[in-house]
């Protein structure tokens, strides 16, 4: 059996509370595949076995956690099998080595109630006293060092997405949805914007049978008094926030445009933000939720005379 191996392999190791599950867990919202937990003699077994299902082939770089309760723990001897993987198999191996002081390790354990792994029966202390000796030749092995004293696990994270994400890996995903307010809000959106202060096509008999996709349909709402201006500050806003919802590392974002039956002016602005966001290096997908409902005059409520 050929040998399925990652681009990249990075052992993620380190003190007993400094925050492994964390990165772990950024580490995977970024695409990584991640095992937590695994002994090192199995990981040519995983490198051996197909990536599951939606998983693109064999490109997702490869997270294992490991730590002083991964069974048959040795530190000098997963530093000796690494350097034999590097060196007979080519693999590229990094670590990651987590690093916190044993005062905020005592007070996170305090905090949370949690008794050390290594000390049972015994005061934190003491079992960070012993991790900290058992970690020590993985600590002077290791190409990365983060000391997590003085971060908050959204800190940690931020630092782990910096560091960590390759081009076009973890970034957030975007989507650009319309929908009509009488058939409710989309359950999944996170910005909404009403758009049912545009002027409102149903209410012209050539152009109700069209949606929001039509070139007459766009050119009259657009002809509408506030159109430019709302649609220029819609804009602002959004460049604005997606990307500080991307460095929160928040992985899907839903921006919704209704109007008042989801076919017309909500369609028309989606396409229309869709294009602009392109144009800014975003990359949205666009969906209409109620675009092939039929127009329906008891939906619209009576028309607006100005």
Known sequence: MSRLSPKHILLVTGMSGAGKSTVLRTLEDLGWEVV???????????????????????ARP?????????RGFDAESIVRRIKKMREEEGHEIGTLFLECAGSELERRYSETRRRHPLAQDRPASDGIARERELLMPLREWSNRLIDTT?????????QIRSTFSGEGSGDTVLTITSFGFARGLPR?????????????PHWVELLRPGTGRDPQVSEYIAEDPAYGQAMAQIESL?????????????AYVTVAFGCTGGRHRSVHVAERMARRLREDGFSPTVSHRDLKTAPQDSLEGAPVTI
């Open 238 to 250: 959004l460049r604005l926030l997606l990307p500080r919802y991307q460095a929160e590392g928040k």
């Open 62 to 70: 490869l997270a294992l956690g490991i730590g002083t309760q991964t």
């Open 188 to 200: 999944d959106a996170d910005l909404v914007f009403d758009m049912r202060f545009l002027r409102n």
């Open 36 to 58: 937590d937990n695994l002994p090192l003699l199995l990981l040519h077994s995983l490198l051996d076995t197909a990536p599951g299902e939606g998983a693109d082939g064999d």
């Open 150 to 158: 003085n971060l908050s696990s959204n800190e940690l994270a931020q």
